[in-house]
């Protein structure tokens, strides 16, 4: 008599467990992939935005007094008034 394959009785949750613990998985993968690209992409950006304002200082120190306003525009800050007596 030939011995045919049975599926194992062994079950620790029920199926509708599990169904949710897979589906709780794929969602919590996904935030993470979600997390770790919003992340390069800022990084990217973070970069991208240095170069731009160093490239801009440049531009200000050949152009005097033409530069914003803000720190390292090459103009004077303004002084304080003096105090009220």
Same mark, same amino acid.
């Given at each position: 008599?030939?011995? $045919?394959?049975? $599926? !194992? *009785? ?5 199926? %509708?467990?599990? =169904?949710? %613990?897979? @589906?709780?998985?794929? /969602?919590? #993968? &996904?935030? #993470? @992939? !979600? =997390?770790?690209?919003?992340h390069v992409y800022m990084g990217a950006h973070f970069k991208w935005?240095?170069? @731009?304002?160093? /490239?801009?200082?440049?531009? %200000?120190? $050949?152009?005097? =007094? *033409? %530069? +914003?306003? &803000?720190? &390292?525009? =090459?103009? +004077?800050?303004?002084? /304080? ?5």
């Open positions: 008599m030939p011995r $045919t394959l049975r $599926t !194992s *009785t062994f079950r620790m949750f029920s199926p %509708a467990v599990v =169904g949710w %613990a897979v @589906v709780l998985h794929f /969602a919590s #993968v &996904g935030v #993470v @992939v !979600s =997390g770790l690209m919003v935005w240095r170069d @731009v304002r160093l /490239a801009e200082h440049e531009w %200000a120190k $050949t152009h005097e =007094g *033409t %530069a +914003p306003e &803000g720190e &390292g525009s =090459g103009r +004077p800050e303004p002084k /304080a008034a003096p105090p009220a007596v």
